[in-house]
């Protein structure tokens, strides 16, 4: 758990979420609507990759059931559905 003065993210290792994805392909040119939701598992504790574009922003990896993929998700794209 991160606490701070400007974000609370209570996530941890092994809460089943919802997330956010973008579909591939070219057909998916980033809109808002073109999301999709995806459930899957958070498989990191949050950190704060050096790698990251914006390395101030906490972020978890998340093992995507539908897809067999781990994205790198931040807090806007994550809803808690079960704690572990």
């Not at 003065?5 to 973008?22: H, M, N």
């Amino acid at each position: 758990m991160i606490r701070d003065s400007r974000i609370v993210w209570e996530i941890k290792k092994g809460d089943l979420v919802k997330l956010k994805i973008y579909p591939p392909g070219p057909e998916n040119e980033g809109r808002e609507d073109d999301y999709i939701f995806a459930n899957g598992v958070v498989i990191s504790e949050i950190k704060y990759d050096k790698e990251q574009q914006l390395p101030f922003w906490p972020c978890v990896d998340v093992y995507v059931f539908k897809t067999g993929n781990i994205a790198i998700c931040m807090p806007g794209s994550v809803e808690i559905i079960s704690n572990s």
